[in-house]
T-cell receptor, first 114, second 113 residues
Framework: DADVTQTPRNRITKTGKRIMLECSQT?????MYWYRQDPGLGLRLIYY???????NKGEISDGYSVSRQAQAKFSLSLESAIPNQTALYFC?????????????FGEGSRLTVL | AQSVTQPDIHITVSEGASLELRCNYS??????LFWYVQSPGQGLQLLLK??????LVQGIKGFEAEFKRSQSSFNLRKPSVHWSDAAEYFC???????????FGTGTSLTVIP
């Protein structure tokens, strides 16, 4: 099983619908991240969390919210999806205390908003 | 402001040829530097990283990268490319405080027989 698991892997939805992308990890890492990948734009940080009580906005947080339900779980929500939120979304984790800097990624969730 | 530039959007090389992917960064202090690879339909996997010390770092799959502070560069190299190296490659910079990582826009590599 993957260390960082994202569900769903693919989702097609309509404008205005609420969508939740879920991420769970078995690496025991404190830090979790949500990134968005768009062609030609690379990865951009949406939100990150350093522990259950710590949530921080990234560079493109507008239109998104997150919930850190437990150390192992970090969910991304789109309250009212719009077409320009069509993208590939990645969850990632990193070790907090040792701060090795390495990110471990899930396989991605492809979201299409019609 | 922190930024990472990968000047080459797409590169095509022949199998067995050498490869160099360019990465330039802008950062206020000495950063952590990374190269990640993304195979089709997959997440990103770390190829190598530079924290300090020897400026030439070795990674997995035969890749290496050299940190040149004077040029603010961290170029990725491989002496002989294999067909399985076809993928998208991302350069990233991270704060030593570990708060955020900044990614380049990626370079797509095609390998022809």
């Amino acid at each position: 099983d993957a260390d960082v698991t994202q569900t769903p892997r693919n989702r097609i939805t309509k404008t205005g619908k609420r969508i939740m992308l879920e991420c769970s990890q078995t690496k025991g890492h404190d830090r979790m991240y949500w990134y968005r990948q768009d062609p030609g734009l690379g990865l951009r940080l949406i939100y990150y969390s350093f522990d259950v009580k710590d949530i921080n906005k990234g560079e493109i947080s507008d239109g998104y919210s997150v919930s850190r339900q437990a150390q192992a779980k970090f969910s991304l929500s789109l309250e009212s999806a719009i077409p320009n939120q069509t993208a590939l979304y990645f969850c990632a984790t990193s070790e907090g205390r040792l701060n090795t800097g390495e990110l471990f990624f899930g396989e991605g969730s492809r979201l299409t908003v019609l | 402001a922190q930024s990472v530039t990968q000047p080459d959007i797409h590169i095509t090389v022949s199998e067995g040829a050498s490869l160099e992917l360019r990465c330039n960064y802008s950062y206020g202090a000495t950063p952590y530097l990374f190269w990640y690879v993304q195979s089709p339909g997959q997440g990103l996997q770390l190829l190598l990283k530079y924290f300090s010390g020897d400026t030439l770092v070795q990674g997995i799959k035969g890749f290496e990268a050299e940190f040149k502070r004077s040029q603010s560069s961290f170029n990725l190299r491989k002496p002989s490319v294999h067909w399985s190296d076809a993928a998208e490659y991302f350069c990233a910079v991270g704060a030593r405080a570990g708060n955020q990582f900044y990614f380049g826009t990626g370079t797509s590599l095609t390998v022809i027989p």
